[in-house]
């Protein structure tokens, strides 16, 4: 006789702290710098994102996961006098 199995519940993503801007902020493990910023912003463009103090280019941040501890700056440029 077998010992029926039971399914494990699925595991919910872990949460992260990183700092944005800043303040600390809790997030899911895996999320990428692109989805943080579109969290903060829904500018198009004029839109600058840095981590641990190194600029990351756009088109790298869908590719980018945030890690426990990482520093995050996101820059919004505005027009005026």
Not at 12 to 26: F, I, K
Not at 35 to 60: H, K, W
Request: proline share 11%.
């Amino acid at each position: 006789m077998t010992t029926p199995r039971i399914p494990h519940p699925p595991r919910s993503p872990r949460a992260l702290t990183v700092s944005v801007n800043g303040e600390p902020r809790e997030v899911a493990e895996g999320l990428t710098l692109e989805a943080l910023v579109a969290t903060l912003t829904t500018a198009p463009s004029g839109v600058a994102a840095a981590v641990n103090e190194a600029v990351v280019p756009r088109g790298q941040w869908g590719s980018l996961p945030l890690a426990e501890g990482d520093r995050v700056e996101v820059l919004t440029a505005v027009q005026g006098g």
